[in-house]
């Protein structure tokens, strides 16, 4: 945390508040209460599947395209455009994905990916988390936390799962965006 203008015991006393904020708007809903029966209303909900990016624009500090010879050192950033499932655009997403350790248990690289996700309704999206690029590489779907950050849906939360198609190159991913608004 950095540091704060206020004396010790209010600051701490701040950030407090916040925790309870945050676990108070980001906990989903129980599932008797009377609000998951709203979820299903118009302007509650987008749920975005089977969907397929491509890549526009890829940069890594590591020349492997097909993610077999990762190292601890790896910093990429791609640019993607994302269709539905009928072929029309619906929005492009940015983003960044660092190595952050090698798992002993397994060998496998963990990598962090965040993204900013613009889609063409207006709504923009934040996902990230920590990804397995062995299981990522090997085909698996990799899912993490995403947020409405700005547009119509501001405040849903939700999920976003994304695996390549072709792994050879990493030049083709389907995916899934789910996001509710209690």
Known sequence: MASSPLPGPLAALLEQGRSRLLALLAAPPVTTSDTVGRLAGP??????????????????????????????????????????PDGDRLGQTEGAGRMLYRDQADGHFIAYFGERITLDDGNVVRAGGPVD????????????PAVV??????????????????RETHSEYESAIVLYRN
């Open 133 to 144: 690029d062995a299981r990522l590489t090997a085909g698996e779907f990799a899912t993490f």
């Open 43 to 84: 302007g509650r909900s987008l749920v975005l599947r089977d969907l397929r990016e491509k890549v526009v624009e890829y940069r890594s500090t590591n020349p492997d395209p097909t993610g077999t010879t990762p190292t601890e050192r790896d910093f990429a950033t791609v640019r993607l455009e994302i269709f539905g």
């Open 149 to 166: 950050v700005a547009g119509p849906l501001r405040g849903a939360i939700g999920y976003r799962t994304f695996r390549p198609l072709v």
